[in-house]
């Protein structure tokens, strides 16, 4: 608590915005935030927070899930991490809450302070940055819940010692608590525009915020109000058109020559347009994002079992052509062959013992460069993840037929009025918010699979919901391809172990969470499994 009572005065301007090690200090009597600048200069001290938690975003998320591992040459935090002890207070992915609260206590510091009465050309233009602040601060409450168990909820500064002890007083609240009161706050805003900061060297900042729409349907999903989710997730959707598409040129040529190790028909979209939010930086300023470091230093890798969900889809191309694999392994992994000099991708459908394999999405977001400006990013929320999110929230309203249709076909006017893919018995008059795909925006909307697997849109024969005994049962079937789908569209990006959690805690079920998790597990499997079937040993201890 007294680091967070210096902290939330450290500004940064413009020069040294990224400098976290910044030595100038402002003291309330001396800030007021009565300018453009003022709040400009305040987002970019709470910038400089969050990127503290990049590293341990997705270590937390991923280590802890099935689809990351660690390797002979990892060190002992990340072994620790893996193994899910908790008990090292020197670990610095996991005894780190001070600076999830920094974040906070940054947050509370410019809502408590900001003028939003200010009006230029007839509009409140400290709306935006208010609007952003409070979205920063609920999602950082949402990550202290989630990885910690609870959080303690204040909404004011820390300005004296008397103000930390009197918060450190407080009970804990956990998600559940948490969720009506982060809802309660943001919802208001949530047809605020982000801020518009331009770029630092190649860096949107523009993505550098947290949609309240998107954070609303997570609280919802969470809390199991899975109408308002899906009600929030197609408005984001909506707002801001965003639409799934393809990867690839030419699925003909995908099938002929990407199953041989060929890349060349391969774009990644997930630095432009499919970028939602990122915690971004560039190293000019001495900022430290390891996982590019920790990657290609192999102390991370994916886990034989995450290359083996790739490798056994079916990739559908006709009635009459198809084979197995998923090509967006070609997005995930990579293998550099041991015994070559240079770093020739080899064939990602049968790796081989003499190759390593590497996080190629980690090096996509933090390229090799000899530049000094080089930026760093992580991506908490990319578009597939939206529609994932509303599939899952959709599915549980009671309507997996509609769920299917996010992942095979695509939601826009032909699939939503097709009988065949969503009966009539999922249909209702009117038509709910959260179905209406109807405007053109949504018209080249593609399902999430095709994007790996083909022409799954075709397949009547692999990729189908099986005639079962009741809707229950076919809502569980499609959640599991939800999950599934999950880990194949956006692994490594940090949200795979919470994914897990979600589904465990909506199904009472510890052993969903602990089977899939320690399936990945060689030495160990039964020690990890035994772990994980303790649901407090899903959270990290607070030191």
Known sequence: MLFLFLSVFTFEGCNNLLDVDSSRLVFPNEYKMTGANDTLYSMFGIFSQM??????????????????????????????????????????????????????????????????????GGVKVMYKEYAACKAIRAWTYMQIALNFGSAIYYDKPILTVQDAQNIQKQPALTLTDLAPILISDISPW?????PSLGFIYSQNLNNSYFPIRFLLGDLYLWTGQYENAANEYRDLMYTNSYTISSYYKNTREVINNAFTGNTTVYSLPILTTENVTSIAAT???????????????????????????????????????????????????????????????????????TSTNYIYKILMMNPISTTKNTNKQIMPYRVPLLYLRYAEAVNRIGK??????????????????????????????????????????????????????????LDTTYYVIPKLAALQDSVIYVENLIQQELALESAFEGNRFQDLMRIAIRRDDNS??????????????????AKLLIRTNWYLQKQ
């Open 51 to 120: 990127e503290k938690l990049a590293d341990s975003y997705v270590l937390l998320g991923e280590l802890r899930g099935d689809l990351m591992t660690v390797t002979p040459t990892s060190n002992l935090y990340l072994q620790e991490i893996s193994n899910f002890d908790n008990s090292d207070s020197n670990n610095p992915y996991t005894n780190n809450i001070k600076d999830y609260y920094s974040v906070i206590n940054n947050c509370n510091y410019v809502i408590h302070n900001i003028d939003t009465s200010v009006v230029a």
């Open 190 to 194: 949530k047809d605020v525009v982000n």
């Open 283 to 353: 190293n000019q300023y001495g900022i430290v994002f390891q996982l590019d470091s920790l990657n290609l230093n192999h102390m991370i890798a994916p886990s034989t079992l995450s290359i083996s969900y790739w490798q056994k889809q079916m990739y559908y191309f006709s009635a009459t052509l198809d084979t197995l694999g998923d090509t967006r392994l070609l997005s995930s992994v990579y293998s550099v062959s041991n015994n070559q000099n240079s770093n020739t991708f080899t064939n990602y459908v049968t790796p081989t013992t």
């Open 400 to 457: 997996p037929n509609l769920a299917m249709a996010v992942l095979k076909n695509g939601l826009n006017r032909v699939t939503m009025n097709n009988k065949k893919i969503i009966p009539q018995s999922e249909l209702a008059t009117p038509l709910p918010n959260y179905m209406n795909f109807s405007d053109i925006r949504f018209d080249m909307n593609i399902g999430i699979r095709m994007r790996g697997c083909g022409n799954v849109n």
């Open 512 to 529: 969903y969470l602990a089977n899939i998790v320690s399936a990945k597990y060689t030495d160990n499997q039964e020690a990890i499994k």
